[in-house]
C-alpha cells in the first residue's frame, strides 16, 4: 500500500513570519518529494486555500489558531477560526466545523505561545500531539510530549514548523491514504514518523527576524507579504512565531 509522505504545520507569508509564498511552498514540496503538506498559518487560512488552489500537492487547509491559552492547530478547515478565545472554546468551534484540533509544540519554552499546562484542560478535545518540532533545538521537550501522547493515548506526529523559502520536509510521516478528517486521524495512528531539525542557520533567521520584528513593530522586508492584508483579526495574545 502507498503511504504519503506528509508534512504537518508548515506556514506561508500569510503568516508575518514567514517570507516564502503558497506557490514556493508548493514549488518546494515539490522538489522534496512532499505528497501532502498541512499549511497552518498563523490565523489566516488564505496561503492554504491558494496552495490548494494550484492543485500540484495535496494540501490540508488549517491554521495556527493563536487562543487566549497558547497555540492549537486546526486541520480540514475551510472558514477561518477566530483568535484569541480560550483554547476549549476554540477546539470545540474547530470540531464543529468538522476539523481536528492538534496540539504543536505544547511544552516548548522556547516558544511563549506554548499550551504548557493549558494541553490538559484540552485533553477531552484533542485529536493528536506534536511530540517533535523541527524547530526546537531541545529534545527533551519533545520526549515529554511524547510521554503526554503516549500517557493518553493520543496520536503524535512531527511538525516541520517551517517558515522559510525552501524549507519544508525537515521531517514528515509515512502515512496510509485518507479521504477525510476522520480518516486522517485513523491514518496517523498507522504513520511512522521521521523526526528531523530545521538546523542553525534556520533558527538563527527566524530569532533575527523575531528581533528585528519586534524592534519594528512589523515584520521585516520580505516576510509576512499577504499577513497584513488582515490586520482586523490581530488576535488577543500576539503570536511569537513559533
Ligand atoms: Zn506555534
Ligand atoms: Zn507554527
Given at each position: 500500500m502507498r503511504r504519503l509522505r506528509t508534512v504537518i504545520h508548515a506556514?506561508?507569508?500569510?503568516?508575518?513570519?514567514?517570507?516564502?509564498?503558497?506557490?514556493?511552498l508548493v514549488e518546494t514540496a515539490l522538489g522534496q518529494g512532499v505528497d501532502c503538506v498541512a499549511i497552518t498559518d498563523h490565523d489566516e487560512i488564505?496561503?492554504?486555500?491558494a496552495a490548494r488552489a494550484d492543485g500540484r500537492v495535496r494540501v490540508i487547509v488549517g491554521q495556527e489558531v493563536s487562543t487566549a491559552d497558547g497555540h492549537l492547530?486546526?486541520?480540514?478547515?475551510?472558514?477561518?477560526?477566530?483568535?484569541?478565545?480560550?483554547?476549549v472554546e476554540t477546539a470545540k468551534r474547530i470540531h464543529a466545523r468538522?476539523?481536528?484540533v492538534l496540539a504543536p509544540h505544547p511544552f516548548s519554552t522556547l516558544c511563549d505561545?506554548?499550551?504548557?499546562?493549558?494541553?490538559?484542560?484540552?485533553?477531552?478535545?484533542?485529536?493528536?500531539?506534536?511530540?517533535?518540532n523541527a524547530r526546537n533545538p531541545l529534545p527533551w521537550q519533545d520526549a515529554r510530549a511524547a510521554?503526554?501522547?503516549?500517557r493518553h493515548g493520543l496520536p503524535g506526529y512531527v511538525g516541520a514548523d517551517a517558515h522559510l523559502r525552501g524549507t519544508l520536509a525537515a521531517c514528515y510521516q509515512l502515512m496510509p491514504d485518507f479521504q477525510d478528517?476522520?480518516?486522517f486521524r485513523t491514518a496517523l495512528l498507522q504513520a511512522e514518523l521521521f523526526p528531523g531539525r530545521l538546523g542553525v542557520a534556520y533558527l538563527a533567521t527566524m530569532v533575527c527576524q523575531s528581533l528585528c520584528s519586534s524592534l519594528l513593530g512589523r515584520p521585516l522586508p520580505g516576510f509576512?507579504?499577504?499577513?497584513?492584508?488582515?490586520p482586523a483579526l490581530a488576535p488577543a495574545r500576539q503570536p511569537a512565531g513559533a
Amino acid at each position: 500500500m502507498r503511504r504519503l509522505r506528509t508534512v504537518i504545520h508548515a506556514h506561508t507569508n500569510y503568516s508575518p513570519d514567514s517570507n516564502r509564498s503558497p506557490l514556493e511552498l508548493v514549488e518546494t514540496a515539490l522538489g522534496q518529494g512532499v505528497d501532502c503538506v498541512a499549511i497552518t498559518d498563523h490565523d489566516e487560512i488564505e496561503g492554504a486555500l491558494a496552495a490548494r488552489a494550484d492543485g500540484r500537492v495535496r494540501v490540508i487547509v488549517g491554521q495556527e489558531v493563536s487562543t487566549a491559552d497558547g497555540h492549537l492547530l486546526g486541520l480540514f478547515l475551510e472558514e477561518l477560526v477566530p483568535p484569541g478565545r480560550p483554547a476549549v472554546e476554540t477546539a470545540k468551534r474547530i470540531h464543529a466545523r468538522g476539523g481536528l484540533v492538534l496540539a504543536p509544540h505544547p511544552f516548548s519554552t522556547l516558544c511563549d505561545d506554548s499550551l504548557g499546562s493549558a494541553i490538559v484542560g484540552l485533553l477531552p478535545h484533542l485529536d493528536a500531539v506534536e511530540v517533535s518540532n523541527a524547530r526546537n533545538p531541545l529534545p527533551w521537550q519533545d520526549a515529554r510530549a511524547a510521554r503526554f501522547a503516549r500517557r493518553h493515548g493520543l496520536p503524535g506526529y512531527v511538525g516541520a514548523d517551517a517558515h522559510l523559502r525552501g524549507t519544508l520536509a525537515a521531517c514528515y510521516q509515512l502515512m496510509p491514504d485518507f479521504q477525510d478528517a476522520a480518516s486522517f486521524r485513523t491514518a496517523l495512528l498507522q504513520a511512522e514518523l521521521f523526526p528531523g531539525r530545521l538546523g542553525v542557520a534556520y533558527l538563527a533567521t527566524m530569532v533575527c527576524q523575531s528581533l528585528c520584528s519586534s524592534l519594528l513593530g512589523r515584520p521585516l522586508p520580505g516576510f509576512g507579504g499577504n499577513a497584513a492584508t488582515r490586520p482586523a483579526l490581530a488576535p488577543a495574545r500576539q503570536p511569537a512565531g513559533a
